[in-house]
Every structure is written in structure tokens, then in C-alpha cells.
């Protein structure tokens, strides 16, 4: 068979949630897992690529031949990944990163009164629009978006906004789509305009389809 236009590629993938603290013993989330890009970062290992793996606080294990970055936050997850920008042909963002932060988090426990409680606010660093604006030429940007409804007029959206290679589009529809289970449907969106819609498909096979899309993109 044709090598891989990915083998001896570098390729940071981002993955899982992130936890923004509230304060020593409460953080804000959401449902990610980490399955689509742990997917991912196996499938571009299995085909020849340097790999890195930024994740989040999930339960999985390590895919074989990939190189693991822990991070909890927002903010330390670009800190991890920044690192990595420079020498990596691509970069897929999976994560789901928190769009907002407690504005300051409390050290220790904060104690409950009989009054209403304020939380503010702050917007967290977007990781996938830093690499994307920063990047030199030849470097891709994918990434996904996550829509509940009203779908694929954001994704495109988001492939402008962010001057992205690829977007990913996926319904979470809670039971066969998006967080947490073992499949998705996903609809690729390219930089030339192009649309192919998956069908429903384990992460493990949406991850080759993924992929085998953005080896068009590749330079070769
Ligand atoms: O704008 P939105 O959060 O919907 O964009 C989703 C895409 O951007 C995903 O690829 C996600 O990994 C990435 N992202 C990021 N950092 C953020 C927010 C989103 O890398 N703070």
C-alpha cells in the first residue's frame, strides 16, 4: 500500500475537558471524554506520525506510540500545547475547552450562607485560534464543532472565524452523536468548500475517515 501522507508528519492533537477551578474542591466542566481524540492520536501513531497528545482530565489510557501532555485547565492547556506549535505540520483541537473560568478562584472550601451566591466569570484563551493565526505556511488547522442545533451554518462559521483547514461538525445529540459515547456522525467541512458527511461510525473509524481527509490537504 501508498505510505501515509502522515508518516514522519508531527501532529499535536488536543482532547478530553477541561476542569476551571472554583475552588479547592469544586471546578466547572462539561461531558467530554477524550474517545474522539484519543481516537485520533492512535490512528495518526498507526499511520507514521510524531504524535502528541495534550489532554485534559479523562480516564483513558495512552495510546501506543504517543506522546501524553496532562493539563487540567484552559490556561494549562495552552501551555502545554504552545510548546508544541512550532515544529508540528498539524493541529487538531478535540478538546473541549471551557469557554469561561471563575474569575478567581477561592483557595479552599467556600462556605454556604443563606444568600444567593455570584459567580463571575472570564473567557478563556481560545488554544486552536492561537495556533491557527500564529502558524507558518504549510501548518494545518482542524478542529470541531460541537452544536446541539442549528448545525452547519456555525461549523462554517468557525472554519472562517478561525482559519481552519478542516472542521469537524458533530450533532451532540446525547445518545449516538458527540460526549461521551463510543460513536459519532460526523460531517467534514474543508477550506475549498467541500462537504462529506459520515455516517454513523465508531471514533475509531471516524478518526481513519478524518484523517484520510485531511491527507488531501497535506503537502506532500
Ligand atoms: O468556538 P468553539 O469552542 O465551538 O470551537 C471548537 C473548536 O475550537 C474545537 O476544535 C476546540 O478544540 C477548539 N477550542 C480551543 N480552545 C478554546 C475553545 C475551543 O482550542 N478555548
Redesign the pocket.
Known sequence: PEPSALSGKTVVV?AGPTREKIDGVRYLSNYSSGKMGFAIAAEAARRGATVHLVSGPVTLPTPPGVQRHDAES?VEMLEAARPLFADCDLFI?????A?YRPETPVEGKIKKHDAEMELRLVR??????EFSTNRKPGQLAV????ETAGGIDYARR?LTD?KLDLVAFNIYDGTTSGFEVDTNVLTLLDRDGAITELPLLSKEEAAERLLDAIELLLPR
Open positions: 488536543t484552559a483541537g478535540a478538546a473541549a475547552v469557554d478563556n484563551p481560545d488554544i486552536l485560534a478542529g470541531f464543532a460541537l468557525k478561525k
